[in-house]
């Protein structure tokens, strides 16, 4: 936290030069903090033999940098016929729905919590269903995206993303 210490001027009190007056001002705190601190780590806290067990290479293609969106925890991972990412944030399920970035968006029920759904199909190659699932401190989601080398029959996405989402869910977060 940031506190600055502003000097002004006003005829009230004696300055040190004895001629001007000085007031002290404080300024209101300047946010600087990393609004991802306290999120569950991804990365960290997926076991890699339940990633193996449900069609995930644990190592290959793990990333949990890329590209930081500020406010998320993110890590993913390479299927074999699909691209897994699980990421974290404090904005809420209703906050998604409100957002209105999503066309294709509806209620869903994975073990006892209801969350959302969305199917995105821009083009053949941004192909994606996310679980969206509520958490005590905001939301955890779990997105299969199609893998631009998978070549093969028509996969469903949301079929994948719900089965991940059902075997994940003791390990994400409450």
């Known amino acids: 936290m940031v506190?600055?210490?502003?000097?002004?001027?006003?005829?009230?009190?004696p300055s040190v030069a004895g001629n001007a007056d000085s007031t002290t001002v404080t300024?209101?705190?300047?946010?600087?903090?990393?609004?991802?601190?306290?999120?569950?780590?991804?990365?960290?806290?997926?076991?890699?033999?339940?990633?193996a067990a449900n069609g995930v290479n644990p190592v290959r293609g793990k990333y949990?940098?890329?590209?930081?969106?500020?406010?998320?925890?993110?890590?993913?991972?390479?299927?074999?016929?699909?691209?897994?990412?699980?990421l974290t944030t404090h904005h809420t399920i209703d906050e998604l729905k409100?957002?209105?970035?999503y066309s294709d968006i509806h209620s869903v029920t994975i073990g006892d919590r209801v969350g959302t759904m969305d199917h995105q199909s821009v083009t053949d190659y941004s192909k994606e269903c996310t679980i969206s699932l509520p958490t005590q401190n905001g939301m955890v989601e779990v997105m299969v995206n199609l893998s631009q080398v998978d070549?093969?029959?028509?996969?469903?996405?949301?079929?994948?993303?719900?089965?991940?989402?059902?075997?994940?869910?003791?390990?994400?977060?409450?």
């Open 3 to 13: 506190v600055l210490m502003l000097a002004g001027c006003d005829s009230s009190s």
């Open 27 to 51: 300024a209101s705190p300047i946010e600087t903090a990393d609004p991802s601190a306290g999120l569950w780590d991804p990365c960290a806290g997926m076991p890699a033999d339940v990633l």
């Open 64 to 86: 949990s940098q890329g590209v930081p969106i500020r406010g998320w925890k993110r890590c993913g991972w390479l299927g074999d016929w699909f691209n897994l990412s699980v």
């Open 98 to 101: 409100a957002s209105g970035s």
């Open 151 to 174: 070549g093969g029959p028509e996969r469903d996405l949301c079929a994948k993303a719900t089965e991940l989402a059902t075997a994940f869910l003791p390990y994400l977060p409450k």
